[in-house]
C-alpha cells in the first residue's frame, strides 16, 4: 500500500520535458488523419450562420481582420469560412483593419485564397480597403462616406474607379454604413467592443464577431444583450461554422487535437491532485 | 523556390522560439531580435504607405478648402507632438511643454467619444439585457431557471463589490453567492485561454508537419 503511494505521490514532480512531449504528441497524432468529430454547433455561431444565410446575391459584408499571425490559428480559419460562405452565396467583400500591418497580411492571404477558389475578381466581387490609424476617428468617418477615410484602397488607386463601388455605393455616389448588410469583425483583442458600442450602436449595423478563445468571454454579454447578431468564439468557433458549411478545414481538423490536449490535461489536473492528496495523507 | 527558401525559413524561426522551453539559448535570443527589428521596420513601412502618405496626398492636391485646412491643422497639431521628442530636451528644454497641446486635445476628443459610446453602447444596453421575465406564461422551465440565473448572478455579483455595510446573516449568503458566480466566470474564462493557447500550438505544428515536412495533406 506503502508502496502505490509512493509512486502516486511522483505523480506531482513529472518532469516538464515529458509534459512538453505529451502535449506535442497528443497535438501532432491527430492532425495525420483527416478526420472531423461530430460537435454539437453553439447557438451563437448558428445565429451567425444564420444571419450570413440571410443576405441576397450582391449584398455588401464589410469583414474588419483585427488581428495578426499570433492569433491566425483561430481567426484565420473563421475568415476561410465565412469567405466562403460569402462567395458561394454571391455577396460583395470590402475587407479592411485596424489591426496594423498584421491584419492587412492575414486578410489579404485569406482573401485572395478563397477569391480564387470561387473565380471571383478584384474590384467586382471584393475591394481591400486597406488600414487606416485611430480605431473610433476611422469607424465615425466611415459613417458619412467611405472615401474620407479610404479615399484609395490597399494598391493606393481610387475605390470610386472600380466597377464594384458604383454597384454598391448609393444612388448619390456615397458608399457608407447604410449600403452595409453586414459586419464582421475577427478580433483578437477590444476592438469588436468598438465595432459593437460605436457603429452598431450609433449606426445601427448588424454585426457578427468572430474572436480569439481568451477574448470570447468578454464578446459574449454582448450577444446575450442582442447587441450581437451572433458570434465565433475560438477554433470551436470556427469549426462549428465549417460544419454548417459541410466542409473539413484546418479548424475541424484542430478540434480533434484539442480534443486530445484537454483529456491530457484533464488526466495531469487529476493526477497532480491525486499526488498532492497523497502527499498529505502521508504527512 | 521562394516559397521553400521561405517555408525553411519559418520553420527554423519557428523551431528556434519553440526551444525556449528547454530554456533560454543564443539562437532564441537571435530569432526574437529578428522578430522585434522586422516588425518594427515593416511597421513603419505600412504605416507611411497606408496611413501618413494617403492623408497627406489627399490632403494637398484635393480642391476641397475645408479638407485643405483640416490637414494643414492636422499637420501643425501632429508637428507640436514632436516637441515630446528626447532630442528637444537638449535642443529646445524650455518647449517641450508644448506637445501637452495634442495630447491635451486627443485626450479631451477620446473621453468624449468613450463616454457616450460606453453609456450609449455599452452600460444601457447591458442594463436593459438583465430586465428578463423571472414568469413568463409561455416560457418554458429552462429558460425561466436561466433568466433567474442571469438576474440572481448580476445583483449577487453587484453585492459583492458593495463595501459599505457589513456583510452578515443573509447579506454574507447573498455576498457568497456573487463569488461563486464570479469564480465560474474566471473559470469558463480559464477553460477558453486553454483552448486558445492549444490552437496556436495546433496551427504551429500542422505547419511543421505539413508545409515543412508535407507528412500531412
Do not use: C
Not at chain 1, 514532480?13 to 501532432?28: E, G, K, P, Q
Request: hydrophobic content about 50%; cysteine-free; aromatic content about 12%.
Amino acid at each position: 500500500m506503502n508502496r502505490i503511494w509512493t509512486i502516486i505521490e511522483k505523480f506531482g514532480s513529472i518532469d516538464r520535458r515529458i509534459i512538453y512531449a505529451l502535449v506535442f504528441l497528443a497535438t501532432a497524432i491527430p492532425l495525420f488523419f483527416n478526420v472531423r468529430i461530430p460537435m454539437p454547433v453553439s447557438p451563437e455561431v448558428k445565429s451567425a450562420y444564420e444571419a450570413m444565410d440571410k443576405l441576397k446575391p450582391g449584398d455588401v459584408i464589410l469583414i474588419s481582420t483585427d488581428y495578426g499571425p499570433s492569433s491566425a490559428p483561430e481567426t484565420q480559419p473563421m475568415l476561410e469560412a465565412l469567405l466562403t460562405h460569402a462567395f458561394r452565396k454571391d455577396l460583395k467583400v470590402l475587407l479592411m483593419t485596424h489591426w496594423r500591418f498584421e491584419g492587412l497580411i492575414m486578410g489579404v492571404e485569406g482573401l485572395d485564397k478563397i477569391a480564387r477558389k470561387f473565380n471571383k475578381k478584384y474590384g467586382e466581387d471584393y475591394i481591400v480597403l486597406g488600414y487606416r490609424p485611430g480605431v473610433t476617428a476611422v469607424m465615425i468617418g466611415m459613417a458619412q462616406d467611405f472615401r474620407n477615410i479610404f479615399a484609395t484602397d490597399n494598391e493606393g488607386k481610387s475605390i470610386e474607379s472600380y466597377p464594384m463601388y458604383k454597384e454598391i455605393a448609393g444612388p448619390d455616389g456615397i458608399l457608407n454604413y447604410k449600403d452595409v448588410a453586414l459586419i464582421i469583425g475577427l478580433e483578437a483583442g477590444a476592438i469588436g467592443n468598438a465595432w459593437i458600442m460605436i457603429v452598431n450602436a450609433r449606426y445601427g449595423v448588424p454585426i457578427i464577431i468572430g474572436t480569439t478563445a481568451v477574448s470570447a468571454p468578454d464578446y459574449f454579454p454582448f450577444y446575450q444583450s442582442k447587441q450581437l447578431l451572433g458570434m465565433l468564439g475560438g477554433l470551436k468557433g470556427a469549426a462549428d461554422y465549417e460544419q454548417l458549411l459541410n466542409i473539413t478545414g484546418f479548424a475541424s481538423r484542430g478540434m480533434v487535437s484539442q480534443l486530445a490536449v484537454h483529456a491530457l490535461i484533464i488526466i495531469l489536473i487529476f493526477l497532480g491532485n491525486l499526488s498532492d492528496i497523497a502527499r498529505r495523507f502521508r504527512s | 523556390m521562394m516559397d521553400i527558401i521561405g517555408v525553411w525559413l519559418a520553420a527554423f524561426l519557428t523551431l528556434a522560439i519553440m526551444s525556449f522551453l528547454f530554456g533560454d539559448n543564443p539562437v532564441y535570443k537571435f530569432v526574437e531580435h529578428i522578430f522585434v527589428g522586422a516588425s518594427a521596420a515593416f511597421g513603419i513601412i505600412v504605416m507611411f504607405n497606408q496611413a501618413i502618405w494617403p492623408y497627406l496626398y489627399e490632403g494637398f492636391t484635393t480642391t476641397d478648402a475645408f479638407l485643405k485646412i483640416t490637414t494643414y491643422i492636422a499637420i501643425f497639431i501632429g508637428i507640436l507632438t514632436l516637441f515630446r521628442l528626447e532630442i528637444m530636451n537638449y535642443v529646445a528644454p524650455n518647449l517641450t511643454w508644448i506637445s501637452r497641446f495634442p495630447i491635451a486635445f486627443v485626450t479631451g476628443v477620446g473621453t468624449g467619444i468613450g463616454i457616450v459610446t460606453g453609456i450609449h453602447g455599452f452600460v444601457f444596453p447591458q442594463i436593459v439585457a438583465t430586465f428578463l421575465p423571472l414568469l413568463e406564461k409561455h416560457a418554458s422551465a429552462i429558460e425561466i431557471a436561466s433568466n433567474l440565473i442571469l438576474v440572481l448572478g448580476v445583483l449577487a455579483s453587484l453585492y459583492y463589490f458593495y463595501f459599505s455595510m457589513e456583510q452578515r446573516g443573509i447579506l454574507k449568503g447573498i455576498t457568497r453567492l456573487g463569488m461563486v458566480i464570479i469564480m465560474i466566470t474566471f473559470g469558463a474564462a480559464f477553460g477558453y485561454t486553454v483552448m486558445a493557447r492549444v490552437s496556436l500550438l495546433i496551427g504551429r505544428i500542422y505547419f511543421l508537419i505539413s508545409d515543412w515536412l508535407h507528412l500531412v495533406r
